[in-house]
Nanobody, 124 residues
Framework: QVRLKESGGGSVQAGGSLRLSCVTS????????MGWFRQTPGKDREGVAA????????YYGDSVKGRFTVSRDDIKNTTYLEMSGLTPEDTASYYC?????????????????WGQGTQVTVFS
């Protein structure tokens, strides 16, 4: 059974940092891309970052470039999203996702399995 479980969300003051984790099980972690998305009520799910199995390809959404860093630990079957320089506009539910080979990484439909999400709230 495929499982993805996010953690690390919370409330933080603008300018602060958070580290999200996504622990996975039920599939061969080293075979898949891992992605991070976020969503606020009434808006489409937005691609935040993605990382290939061999780390040769790492992608970021324009709104987070230079502030967020995606990584993966193949021993722990876990992917991370390090977020710094947070602003209230980063407030959202954050989701991790996995796919063997996503087509267009920023499109949620390219991903196969999803976690339940973790809430990040940034206050000014």
């Amino acid at each position: 059974q495929v499982r993805l479980k996010e953690s690390g969300g919370g409330s933080v003051q603008a300018g602060g940092s958070l580290r999200l984790s996504c622990v996975t099980s039920g599939f061969t972690f080293t075979d898949v891309y891992m992605g991070w998305f976020r969503q606020t009520p009434g808006k489409d799910r937005e691609g935040v970052a993605a990382i290939s199995p061999d780390r040769d390809y790492i992608y970021y959404g324009d709104s987070v470039k230079g502030r967020f860093t995606v990584s993966r630990d193949d021993i722990k079957n876990t992917t991370y999203l390090e977020m710094s320089g947070l602003t209230p506009e980063d407030t959202a539910s954050y989701y991790c996702a996995t796919a063997k080979k996503p087509g267009i990484w920023m499109q949620p439909g390219s991903w196969t399995y999803w976690g339940q999400g973790t809430q990040v709230t940034v206050f000014s």
